[in-house]
């Protein structure tokens, strides 16, 4: 996730702040991929699990160089419906969102985008970058990240950094623990 921005920022410490521990936030509606997404990063593998009712918490270090690195605490915070209300709450002075998509259930792409612009929009999350994941790139008829942005995302890019990235938490195809560049 995010090799596209290390080009055009050659240290990811200048993005950074000085913090020991960033708040970063994943959400999305149900069944999009986010808790398959945070195990992949956490435990670098597949890990199949059934939705969540609330929330899910990890801390993932990342290593920044041979002496340094930074941990993310990552809330996984559930997508049903009835929980959406409570996003705001979670993502209250947070460091990043990782926004993730379901690529391939098209027919739900403006509800994605409907309650990505709520939430990005609130008053507390504006400056605050977006990462969006079009996750499930392996299933058929799934949209490409260049699509999932044409199509839900264009609108936010001149009000913050935000970014979109294909990937697959299936078996980890388009990201790695390099993500944290995409944080400021």
Same mark, same amino acid.
Not at 137 to 141: I, L
């Given at each position: 996730m995010g090799n596209h921005l290390t080009e055009?920022? #050659?240290t990811a !410490? !200048?993005?950074l702040p000085h913090f020991q521990i960033l708040h970063v936030v994943v959400i999305g509606l149900d069944s999009a991929g986010k808790t398959s997404l945070l195990y992949r990063l $956490?435990? $670098?593998?597949?890990v199949q699990n059934v939705p969540i009712n609330g929330f899910n918490t990890k801390k993932i270090f990342v290593p920044l160089g041979a002496s340094h690195g930074i941990t993310f605490q990552v809330w996984d915070v559930g997508g049903q419906e009835k929980l959406r209300p409570l996003w705001h709450s979670y993502t209250h002075r947070t460091d990043g969102l990782l926004f993730v998509v379901d690529s391939a259930e098209t027919e739900r792409l403006e509800e994605a985008r409907m309650e990505l612009h709520r939430i990005s929009k609130a !008053?507390?999350?504006q400056g605050v970058p977006v990462l969006v994941l079009a996750n499930k *790139?392996? *299933? #058929?008829?799934a949209l !490409?990240? =260049?699509e999932v942005k044409? &199509? =839900?995302?264009?609108? &936010? =890019?001149?009000a913050m950094l935000t970014h979109v990235q294909g990937c697959r938490a299936v078996d980890g195809l388009g990201f790695s623990q390099d993500w944290s560049i995409c944080m400021r």
């Open positions: 055009m920022a #050659p !410490s !200048s993005f $956490k435990f $670098k593998e597949f !008053s507390d999350n *790139q392996d *299933q #058929p008829g !490409s990240a =260049a044409r &199509l =839900a995302v264009w609108e &936010l =890019a001149a």
